[in-house]
């Protein structure tokens, strides 16, 4: 009998099984790498109160689409249902949820106030164990935050049944585009996770590439053309304030990334017809030059702990990467496989790291070993790009550009064992996606 937490084959093949969770024994059921998502049921969340219904049936619909967008889970109709939930104390009828193999069973309850609180509690149950899954919880917010409150929701119920960290309640900033190919415009926006609740940051004024968030989600890094030149501006998301990092007068400065204390940046700089990484402090300070070499050297990013920095570069005759200490020094090469490499992101886990793969005329995304070993390509296609990790590293977000003259490029995201590649929803084009930590 199949029972509940049967779950993904990159779990082991990638050293990420999931922690031993109650309620016996995982079985995992392979086909020729494939799984079968672990069906769930989610029944409409109770209304406590008149009013509450609308909203109630909109935070059940966010929790079930983030559990079946990440191809782990297989939501059951509801016109397979056989019991029905009135009440969010009613005992669980069991055999009703075995009879249309539920392995997974969530409720819960939705009540507001006159003040335009609201109060979202639920509980996750194992259907063939026949028990609750650790506690019920209860998450309290505004009526204009239901959204967050279904991701929030969401998020323990998976971490409750994979073992693993979240990512639904976080946000994407990237650049949306508009305008043909050869005269685009672009502009920052931040948006949900899945797409929803996209706010501009910037205009279309001037062209904006490659966001990057702060390890707090409140700040962006980004390189503009504002001055003329590629330069390095910092924006704040609640207030969309902005401001340059430093000032250099005909130098371009490019492809920012904060430190995971956020207290300093490294980026590109280039002068004389040479391009190195620099590291600045953001509390003021001088740079400090991290290479000297008569290449390009840029895309640089941190190690979870701050101790090493993996980039892309040249130096070897063709684009491959490179790891060195954070304070600049010696660097190792890692990449060795077909092709070209670039813009290396190092997993929030810190096992990993993604790059950009072109090969044959190919473009691929894909992940590889901190020290080059393993290398694995979780996509393919004309023009695949730009990773940017979720939160707890299991799933990267890139752009994939169409062929032809009228090609677009749009988000896309994938498991890291190269399984449920599926498109991100955005309004219009979209490109240079960067992940941001869970919301505090």
């Not at 050293?15 to 409409?44: H, K, N």
Request: charged share 20%; net charge neutral; hydrophobic share 40%.
């Amino acid at each position: 009998m199949t029972r509940i937490f049967a779950l993904v084959l990159a779990l082991a093949l990638w050293g990420l099984a999931p922690a031993a969770i109650a309620q016996g024994p995982l079985r995992i059921e392979i086909t020729e790498g494939v799984i079968e998502p672990l069906p769930f049921a989610a029944p409409g969340f109770i209304a406590e109160n008149a009013g509450a219904e609308q909203m109630a049936a909109q935070i059940t619909a966010v929790i079930a689409a983030d559990l079946a967008n990440t191809g782990l889970f297989r939501e059951i109709p509801k016109n397979a249902f056989i019991s029905t939930v009135t009440s969010f104390t009613s005992p669980v009828q069991y055999s009703d949820w075995k009879a249309i193999n539920a392995q997974a069973l969530i409720t819960g309850a939705v009540s507001t106030t006159s003040d335009g609180r609201v109060s979202v509690k639920f509980r996750v149950f194992d259907v063939f164990a026949e028990g609750q899954l650790g506690e019920g919880l209860q998450f309290v917010g505004t009526a204009a935050s239901w959204r967050r409150m279904g991701h929030k929701v969401a998020d323990a119920v998976y971490a409750r049944i994979t073992g693993e960290g979240s990512y639904f309640d976080s946000r994407v900033v990237f650049v949306s585009e508009t305008g043909p190919k050869n005269a685009r415009r672009k502009r920052l926006a931040i948006m949900d996770y899945d797409g929803a609740n996209v706010q501009f940051l910037t205009d279309s004024s001037t062209i904006v590439l490659a966001p990057r968030f702060s390890p707090t989600g409140d700040k962006v890094l980004y390189t503009s053309y504002e001055t003329g030149f590629p330069s390095i501006f910092v924006l704040d998301v609640a207030s969309v304030g902005k401001h340059a990092l430093g000032e250099r007068p005909g130098m371009m400065t490019f492809a920012p990334r904060f430190s995971p204390d956020g207290r300093t940046v490294v980026y590109s700089l280039s002068q004389g017809g040479n391009t190195d990484i620099y590291r600045m402090s953001l509390g003021g300070g001088s740079e400090t030059r991290l290479t000297s070499n008569p290449s390009i050297e840029t895309a640089p990013s941190f190690s979870p702990d701050g101790s090493n920095i993996v980039f892309e570069s040249d130096r070897s005759g063709s684009q491959q990467l490179y790891i060195m200490p954070a304070t600049g020094g010696e660097a190792t090469r890692i990449s060795f496989g077909q092709g070209r490499y670039g813009t290396p992101v190092w997993s929030p886990r810190g096992d990993l790291i993604a790059f950009t793969k072109q090969n044959k005329g190919r473009f691929h995304i894909g992940v590889m070993r901190t020290d080059g070993s393993e290398e694995r390509l979780l996509t393919a296609s004309f023009l695949d790009e730009g990773p940017t990790w979720s939160p707890n590293g299991r799933v990267i977000m890139f752009t994939r550009e169409s062929q032809g003259a009228s090609g677009a490029p749009s988000l896309y995201s994938v498991d890291i064992t190269g399984r449920n590649l599926r498109r991100v929803p955005t309004q219009g084009a979209a490109s240079d996606p960067a992940w941001s930590p869970i919301l505090p």
